[in-house]
């Protein structure tokens, strides 16, 4: 049994290594490539005032700075961590979170092997729950302020086009939305008024919330006001058209969390369902649930299962994922 256990892990271990290969010397897809250069051609050469319009927009995005990517990519993890809990809005510091983190996985850990006395289902249920419980409600702050950031900011743009056409800069009106929009949506644009009052450039200022909050709505908002300032025209129309278009995103994602809802329950569902059985179980005996940690043919079945179950779940979560 135990020669049985090594090969599958070899095997494991070779499948994992060939994918890492393929994935590393593979290069670019040559259609892809010739695709970009001939858009690059058409935008360089095109006389149609869309073209123009959509090579600007490219050059402004590629121009862009994106902070958050290299902190997140090229920094530590703890650098990323912290960038996390500062898009939640709250007051949480990258040591209240370790010390949540460490204390909770040491209770788990406790509680479960003094009930059970096996130590490796003790460990796993602490690595478990001390990572994933504070990983989950940190996600679920980000995604709340998020989702009322988004509500609101049609509305501050709104607000942005009156100010524009009653005659105000455009630094004034980012004061007036501060001071009147509530929620994230005020507290941002405070901090973009804020920067600018000492002696950061606007462009910077919104670039620095941008890659903060990593939001497409708000990346919209910044182009638009970048692409204005270079090729000038209306931005108070400019910045109506936007307000549009994001309520209209809004609606569309509404449409779409609704038609999918019960695909999503279904999935939450069958997902659950296993673990919730074994809990069961085990309530009712546990001698016989705890095989499955102490057997190994017992432990590569629970393993195989757990893969083809997860396998599942990130299928069903494609399929109800769609991008707008």
């Not at 961590?81 to 909770?104: D, F, V």
């Not at 994230?184 to 919104?206: C, H, N, S, W, Y």
């Not at 705890?290 to 069903?316: H, N, Q, S, V, Y």
Request: charged content about 20%; glycine content about 10%.
């Amino acid at each position: 049994m135990e020669g049985m256990i090594e090969i599958i892990i070899m095997a494991l271990g070779l499948l994992l290594a060939a994918a890492l290969a393929y994935a590393a010397l593979s290069g670019p897809s040559a259609s892809k490539e010739g695709g970009r250069r001939l858009q690059s051609v058409r935008f360089r050469h095109s006389q149609s005032a869309k073209d123009r319009v959509e090579a600007q927009y490219r050059k402004s995005l590629a121009a862009r700075t994106p902070r958050a990517t290299k902190v997140a990519g090229s920094g530590s993890r703890l650098e990323a961590l912290e960038l996390r809990l500062k898009r939640t809005g709250k007051a949480w510091t990258l040591s209240q979170y370790l010390y949540a983190s460490g204390g909770l996985a040491t209770f788990v850990i406790l509680f479960v092997f003094l009930k059970t006395g096996a130590m490796m289902l003790a460990l796993m249920a602490g690595v478990l729950v001390g990572g994933g419980l504070p990983h989950f409600v940190v996600g679920w702050a980000i995604k709340k302020r998020i989702k009322n950031f988004v509500t609101r900011l049609p509305d501050a743009m709104d607000l942005l086009v009156r100010g524009l056409r009653s005659g105000l800069p455009v630094t004034e009106t980012l004061g007036v939305v501060a001071r009147e929009v509530p929620g994230p949506v005020g507290v941002e644009f405070k901090l973009v008024t804020d920067r600018i009052k000492v002696g950061r450039t606007m462009e910077e200022a919104l670039q620095e919330t941008a890659d903060r909050l990593n939001l497409p709505e708000f990346n919209f908002f910044c182009i638009t006001l970048a692409i204005q300032r270079e090729t000038g025209g209306n931005l108070a129309e400019t910045l109506s058209n936007l307000s549009d278009v994001l309520r209209k995103r809004a609606q569309m994602k509404l449409k779409i969390s609704a038609m999918s809802s019960e695909s999503k329950a279904s999935a939450y569902i069958v997902g659950a369902l296993p673990f919730i059985v074994f809990g069961l179980i085990y309530t009712i005996n546990p001698d016989y649930t705890m095989k499955f940690f102490e057997d190994e043919r017992l432990i590569i079945t629970g393993l195989g299962g757990l893969t083809w179950l997860g396998l599942g779940a990130f299928i069903m979560g494609k399929m109800v994922s769609f991008e707008i």
